[in-house]
């Protein structure tokens, strides 16, 4: 089985802490060199600095704030001009919207939550593609949620925005399946990261319950009985990029211990 990424280079979005650092460092790990991408420099610069370069391959990064696209699209084409090798691996990964009802939310968040997640990802791969094409190897691979399958409690606008990205991405992969590009989806479910930690803070604030006893109750409806490690996520995300992935397209892998109680 071949799962190496040796001299093969991936742009992965939201990569200084949680999901997106694991999965650069996964992909590392596979000989990938790596441009990290977000808007902290100071972590940007801590993170690229300890990737494992197993290969001796070089690793960087870009530094752009999802919530302005615009200015996304320019810092990955400005890079672009200067690499025109491009890239061979989108990793389309920011942070989830805030949580509640989707009734009680503001236009203006759907608006902020579509730039980040759709948008971003559009143009993303509206740049990185051609590369693609040119060298014959794609991979782009979108963290989502679970949520594209059975739609969350409480998180309105994320179950609406993510559902979104699925069928941009399923769409994107029937376009670009002839070209050696695939476009595949990773269903986080609950796994141990920041935002995990975040969502079970407001639902203690709201309920009045301890965060152990929120905990369990959300345990119960896990047949791992456990959450999930960010590096587990981050294995499936390295599967799906190696050629061994190369006939696997358009679909949406949980990476939920059982959760998601769809086929």
């Known amino acids: ?28 790990e596979s ?21 494992p370069a197993p290969t001796g391959q070089a690793h960087d990064y870009l530094v752009a704030d999802f919530d302005d696209p615009s200015h996304v699209a320019d810092v990955v084409q400005a890079y672009l ?21 989707l009734l009680e939310a503001p236009v203006d968040a759907l608006r902020v939550a579509f730039n980040q997640h759709v948008i971003c990802n559009h143009l993303l791969a509206q740049a990185l593609v051609p590369g693609m094409r040119a060298a014959g190897f794609g991979r782009i691979i979108n963290i989502i949620s679970t949520s ?22 399923k769409t994107l992969a029937n376009e670009l399946g002839p070209l050696g590009i695939t476009v595949n989806n990773v269903l986080p479910g609950a796994t141990l990261t920041q935002r995990h930690h975040s969502l079970i803070e407001k639902k203690v604030a709201q309920t009045g319950q301890p965060a152990d006893a929120i905990e369990a109750d959300m345990l119960k409806t896990i047949p791992a009985r456990r959450f999930g490690q960010a590096e587990e ?17 358009g679909t949406s892998v949980p990476v939920d211990g059982g959760r998601t109680g769809s086929l």
């Open 31 to 51: 000989g990938c060199a790596i441009t990290l991408l977000a808007r902290n420099e100071d972590r940007l610069r801590e993170v690229a600095a300890a990737l």
């Open 148 to 169: 594209v399958k059975i739609p969350l409690a409480g998180l309105g606008v994320s179950n609406t925005i993510r559902g979104a990205v699925a069928s941009w991405a």
């Open 1 to 28: 089985m071949n799962l190496s990424l040796e001299n093969r280079r991936a742009l992965v979005g939201g990569s200084t802490q949680g999901i997106g650092r694991a999965v650069a460092e996964a992909l590392a």
């Open 233 to 249: 996520v981050a294995a499936a995300v390295a599967f799906l990029a190696s050629p061994a992935a190369g006939y696997i397209n």
């Open 81 to 101: 001009a200067q690499h025109p090798a491009g890239f061979h691996i989108l990793v389309n990964n920011t942070g989830g919207p805030a949580g509640g009802p």
